[in-house]
C-alpha cells in the first residue's frame, strides 16, 4: 500500500503551553483516518501545519514523499482541504463560488461544478447566495470546493460541524464513496466520538497536544465494544499524566 501522508515528530507550542508534541503518523492510501480529540487538544494546530497555514517548530510533513517546509506546492498539488470554517464569497451564487474557484484548475468544467453539488447535496441551492445559508450549508459548499479539483487527499478539520443530521449522513456517505470508488485518503480531525467510529476505519487519539495511540477502528470496537470506551481508557492510561 501506498503511504500518502507521513507526519514526522511534528512539534509546535504556543506561549500559553498549548500545542502539539512529537506526533508521529504514517497514513496509506485510501485509508478515512479519524485524528480524535477533545477541543483544545491540539487538532486545529496538527492540520494547519500539514496545509501549510502555520509552521512547525521542528519535525515535518511529507504528502506524497514532499515536505510541505520544502516543496509546499509539490505537497499540496494533490490536497483539498477545509480548516475550522469554510469561507466562501457571500454575494456570489453557490454555483458561482465554484465557478470562480474552478479557474485555478485546468479541466474543471460545468458538469463537474453541477457533479460536486450533487456530491454535497447543494445542487438544488446552486443559484441562492452563502450569506443566506445555515452553518451546514456553508459547510456543504465549503467540501463541494474541497473536492472540486478531484483531489487524492482531503484534509478536512471538523467536516460535520454544523450539519443536521441528514447532512452528516449525506458527507459520511460522501467520504466512504470517495475513499472505496477513488482511492481518495481522508485525514478527519473530530470531538464526535459517534461520527468518527462510524467514519474513519483508522483512528488516532490525541489528548493535550500528544499522540496517545492509533488502531484500526474494528480492532477498537473488537476490543471495546464503543469508540467512547477506548477513548476513555487510552486516556486514563496515558492521557492525565
Do not use: W
Request: charged fraction near 25%; include cysteine; aromatic fraction near 8%.
Amino acid at each position: 500500500m501506498e503511504k500518502v501522508i507521513e507526519i514526522v515528530s511534528l512539534t509546535k507550542k504556543y506561549k500559553n503551553g498549548r500545542g502539539i508534541e512529537d506526533i508521529c503518523l504514517d497514513i496509506y492510501q485510501g485509508d478515512i483516518f479519524g485524528f480524535l480529540g477533545p477541543n483544545g487538544a491540539g487538532k486545529t494546530t496538527a492540520m494547519k501545519i500539514m496545509t501549510g497555514l502555520i509552521r512547525p517548530d521542528r519535525g515535518d510533513v511529507r504528502i506524497f514523499g514532499h515536505s510541505i517546509t520544502e516543496a509546499y506546492e509539490l505537497a499540496m498539488a494533490e490536497v483539498g482541504c477545509v480548516i475550522e470554517i469554510a469561507d466562501s464569497y457571500p454575494f456570489l451564487t453557490a454555483y458561482e463560488n465554484l465557478k470562480q474557484q474552478a479557474r485555478y484548475y485546468p479541466g474543471i468544467d460545468n458538469r463537474r461544478i453541477d457533479e460536486v453539488l450533487e456530491l454535497t447535496g447543494m445542487l438544488k441551492y446552486k443559484k441562492e447566495k452563502p450569506k443566506k445559508f445555515s452553518l451546514g450549508m456553508k459547510q456543504r459548499l465549503g467540501l463541494a470546493a474541497a473536492i472540486l479539483s478531484r483531489p487524492k487527499v482531503l484534509i478536512l478539520d471538523e467536516p460535520l460541524n454544523g450539519l443536521d443530521v441528514e447532512g452528516m449522513i449525506d458527507v459520511r456517505n460522501m467520504i466512504k464513496h470517495m475513499a472505496e470508488q477513488e482511492r481518495t485518503t481522508f485525514f478527519i480531525s473530530s470531538h464526535l466520538i459517534h461520527d468518527v467510529e462510524l467514519t474513519c476505519n483508522q483512528i488516532g487519539v490525541i489528548y493535550n497536544g500528544k499522540m496517545l495511540n492509533v488502531d484500526t477502528t474494528e480492532n477498537i470496537l473488537k476490543n471495546y465494544a464503543t469508540l467512547e470506551n477506548y477513548f476513555v481508557s487510552e486516556v486514563e492510561q496515558n492521557g492525565r499524566v
